[in-house]
């Protein structure tokens, strides 16, 4: 069974990504074009099978990044995978053909953030009504927006 | 649109009209405001597109306005019906980032508040499940009534200790807020004996049923790999097989130190999880025992007293923390930025995962199931929409 | 008094002491299902709620009337009085008492039950009528179970028909003088066919476990669920109707009817006796519906065509060797 400190150098050897964090938790920043092959090979080769959860955060002029949290159960560590998608872009390539869960996470990502993934089946808002506009966290939307006929 | 991008299951049943029911967002088996578009034919549920976000209040964006010492009795709202679970994640996050120790008898407060808690979200889910099965004026209704009564006795004991009965804010960064008062300790013990006794008849009556469990062996069977490819967690992953509780894979406060049983099950199914649910109510009360009795003296909370809400300041970091709810997985990724406010904090809500696993189970069964299914697979609306 | 005058008096009668009882059965429902979720029940109203029922009445009847724009208005205004009709009517062939009824028939069981499934049509045209696929979805249900599972019921009501050897009521009550005669004590088929008679009655009138066609949790209310004020207290009566009338029928063939400690001289005991049986029955049925949770409409469909038939035709294949053997039981 693979252990989280073989699965450092497992990572830098296949992928060319450094692998961060410490112990159980092991943290990969990997560039868009890198993201959907981090995710297949942490599924195949890393077992793991568990998705615990896929986010984004606006880092203001930095432009926005993607967060996902894969576990591997039986082994006890955790993969944290992050790709930073540059400023003013919010194209990604969706994990949905490797998580069947990264489904409604990535449409909660769209309704709040604007990332449109390439390759989801059915993005769509899931939160908010399907007429809202504006994505609220951005760190350019204020908090008191008004969108009439709410308050 | 609506109708576009449900997963249809191709039934091969020629000749027939398929109907669109809408089980609406105003529902009595919908556990909270949920609406489930079922494309029927005749009594066979072929797919289901299920729309949330009627409870949306935005809490990510709302945890970037106040303050840390101001957000924690906010963030009971999530899971309200655990509301200390979620509280927990929380401070937990915070803690973490912040490099912030909690005394030892703030841990062991922690622990007996989230698992009388989990005691009292499973009554709940028992009755429901059961009011839904058998309806409001039937012998669902029986069950409920007599869950209820129980819950009533664990919500008049975080009565005494926390002035509230549904959500608390008893969780502050660095401790809890308040101490056991005199005598709380007897009456929880009490409390904790008699639900014990009451489980058993529970059970009895339930299992000797056999329309209880033709409604629920063999319904919502849901496989371990997409159990974990979905992101269920909680009864839901531990019915399907897979030994993940957050209380042994990476234990919090204290959880080290107590001696209880992570119940396990093949079957996936509602039976299975039922099952599960059911030995989580021994085990809660077994941990609640323990705690009492080692309940060490010292300070509830390593930070001193709110005295202004800007007084936690958290330095750059950036942190998950996860807690075993009575759902599941509950978790706080935070990204603090040295002020008093995070900059940004997600919540992973157990529930939100639970719930993307129903269009995949719910095609094939009736519609009698997807009320039984939804029944087992318990969620909380707070936690879905956040 | 000329007979036709005297037949709309006693039916008079009788259909207002069935009106009033079906009232204070829901209070007796209601109090008993009260003190096995321990709790009270009704209170308030009236000494420990002795006038809730009355209350209820005039609620319902003060209620604004709102029917669907889009419902088939003449099948949906129609449908609680084809309900309500047949449940009323079945009463007539009862006997309270000998000699106390309004029409004992020589084909009494055969009229009870050939009109008591009637409510089905009603039943149907108030789920089309509504113009609402959850009440569509109710009445398809209820159809295929009510047809399901009037059958056994048939079936199980003629095993004392055959232990008699008469359709007729009254002989049906006759041929059970003293307690040891009472046909649920006949030896294994009795019994047998009393709790076949239970599950079937449970089936036929929708109680739970067999509601699925209500279940308020899925269906909210199933057929009824767009009729309001009088309507509503149309059909809620038809309903309470037809289940004590079948409580009713429980007691006569298998209860001994009005058999009972000085019976034989004064009728109105032995009618207040076959009252006290037909509340036995229909709290059995109650106690059944407060305990147990419902199970779905093709389980339904499989207990009745795969166990209570076969159950039935062979308790009454059953009784019939057993009747050629030693002749039937009573005149």
Request: glycine share 10%; with cysteine; proline share 5%.
């Given at each position: ?23 159980p ?5 990997a ?14 080769e ?96 204020a ?9 | 649109?609506?109708i ?199 059970e ?43 209380r ?33 109510f ?20 390593s ?56 269009p995949?189970i ?25 | ?27 007796l ?16 109203v ?15 009847m ?35 008492a ?12 055969l ?19 509504s ?36 359709l ?15 046909f ?24 739970v ?107 009454l ?15």
């Amino acid at each position: 069974m693979l252990t989280h400190t073989q699965a450092r150098p497992l990572i830098q050897e296949r992928l060319g990504l450094a692998a961060s964090g410490e112990g159980p938790l092991l943290v990969v920043e990997a560039p868009p074009d890198q993201w959907l092959a981090l995710g297949r090979f942490a599924k195949a080769e890393l077992g793991c099978g568990y998705l615990s959860f896929v986010s984004a955060v606006d880092w203001k002029e930095q432009g926005l990044e993607v967060v996902a949290r894969v576990e591997n159960l039986e082994a006890g560590f955790a993969l944290m995978m992050k790709c930073k998608l540059g400023a003013g872009e919010t194209r990604c390539v969706s994990l949905v053909p490797v998580w069947r869960g990264a489904d409604w996470m990535e449409r909660e990502c769209y309704d709040m953030f604007g990332v449109r993934f390439e390759g989801h089946p059915d993005l769509r808002r899931i939160l908010l009504p399907h007429d809202w506009e504006g994505h609220p966290l951005l760190k350019s939307y204020a908090v008191d927006t008004p969108h009439p006929p709410y308050r | 649109m609506d109708i576009e991008g449900r997963q249809v299951l191709e039934m091969g049943y020629a000749g027939a009209e398929r109907l669109t029911m809408n089980m609406g967002p105003q529902h009595p088996s919908s556990h909270g405001v949920f609406r489930a578009i079922l494309t029927l034919e005749g009594e066979t549920v072929v797919a289901v597109d299920a729309v949330i976000g009627y409870l949306h209040r935005c809490h990510e964006k709302l945890s970037e306005t106040l303050t840390y010492t101001q957000y924690p009795s906010i963030a009971s709202k999530t899971d309200y019906v655990a509301a200390m679970t979620s509280e927990l994640a929380y401070v937990r996050a915070a803690e973490m980032v912040g490099k912030i120790d909690v005394p030892k008898r703030a841990q062991y407060l922690r622990v007996i508040a989230a698992e009388l808690q989990r005691v009292a979200s499973h009554c709940l889910w028992l009755g429901t499940w059961c009011l839904d099965m058998g309806g409001a004026l039937g012998g669902g209704a029986t069950v409920f009534l007599y869950c209820i009564r129980e819950r009533e006795d664990v919500l008049d004991l975080f009565e005494s200790l926390t002035g509230a009965r549904l959500l608390y804010g008893f969780h502050q960064v660095g401790g809890t807020r308040y101490d056991i008062p005199a005598g709380w300790a007897q009456k929880c013990r009490a409390t904790v004996d008699k639900i014990d006794g009451r489980i058993n008849e529970f059970e009895a009556m339930l299992e000797s049923n056999a329309f209880f469990m033709a409604r629920t062996q063999g319904v919502g069977t849901v496989s371990r790999e997409l159990a974990q490819e979905v992101g269920i967690s909680g009864p839901l992953i531990r019915g399907s097989g897979v030994n993940y509780d957050i209380r042994r894979a990476e234990p919090y406060s204290s959880y080290e130190d107590f001696d209880f049983k992570v119940p396990v099950e093949t079957a996936g199914d509602c039976f299975a999880r039922y099952r599960v649910r059911m030995i989580e109510f021994r085990e809660s009360i077994k941990i609640v025992r323990q705690a009492l009795d080692g309940l060490p003296e010292g300070p509830i909370s390593s930070r001193p007293g709110v005295k202004s809400v800007g007084q936690v300041r958290i330095p750059k970091g950036e942190a998950y923390a996860r807690v075993e709810g009575a759902r599941g997985e509950v978790g706080c990724y935070l990204i603090a930025d040295g002020s008093a406010k995070p900059y940004r904090m997600k919540w992973r809500g157990a529930s939100f995962s639970n719930l993307a696993v129903l269009p995949h189970i719910i095609p094939g069964h009736k519609v009698a199931d997807v009320v039984a299914i939804m029944g087992s697979v318990d969620p909380v609306f707070g936690e879905v929409d956040r | 008094m000329p007979s036709a005058l005297y037949a709309f008096v006693v039916g008079f009668i009788v259909l207002n002491a069935v009106v009033g009882m079906v009232t204070y059965v829901t209070l007796l429902e209601r109090k008993f299902a009260a003190r096995m979720q321990s709790r009270i029940g009704p209170y308030r109203v009236g000494p420990h709620g002795l006038l809730q029922p009355i209350a209820d009445a005039l609620k319902l009847m003060m209620k604004e009337d709102v029917v669907p724009r889009l419902a088939d208005r003449a099948v949906y205004n129609l449908a609680p009085i084809v309900f309500l009709v047949p449940c009323m009517l079945i009463f007539a062939t009862l006997p309270f008492a000998p000699g106390l009824g309004v029409a004992d028939l020589n084909i009494g069981i055969l009229f009870f039950l050939a009109v008591s499934a009637m409510e089905i049509v009603g039943l149907f045209m108030g789920g089309w009528g509504s113009n609402n696929k959850y009440a569509l979805l109710s009445a398809m249900r209820a159809v295929n179970q009510i047809i399901s599972y009037d059958l056994p019921f048939l079936f199980i009501a003629l095993v004392p028909v055959l232990l008699t050897g008469s359709l007729k009521l009254s002989d049906i009550a006759a041929a059970q003088p003293d307690v040891l005669h009472w046909f649920i004590f006949y030896p294994v088929i009795g019994q047998l066919a009393f709790i076949a008679y239970i599950v079937a009655t449970l089936a036929a009138e929708n109680r739970v476990p067999f509601d699925i066609l209500e279940a308020e949790s899925e269906l909210v209310a199933g057929f009824r669920v767009e009729y309001s004020g009088m309507k509503f207290a149309l059909i809620q009566l038809g309903e309470y109707a037809h289940m004590i009338a079948t409580s009713f029928l429980g007691a006569l063939l298998f209860l001994g009817a009005w058999d009972g400690p000085g019976a034989a001289g004064s009728p109105w005991l032995g009618a207040f006796y076959f009252l006290l049986k037909a509340m036995f029955v229909f709290l059995l049925v109650t106690w059944i519906r407060w305990s147990f949770v419902r199970i779905r409409v093709d389980q339904i469909l499989a207990i009745s065509w795969k166990l209570l038939m076969p159950v039935a035709l062979l308790l009454l294949m059953a009784t019939a060797v057993v009747v050629t053997w030693n002749g039937p039981v009573g005149g």
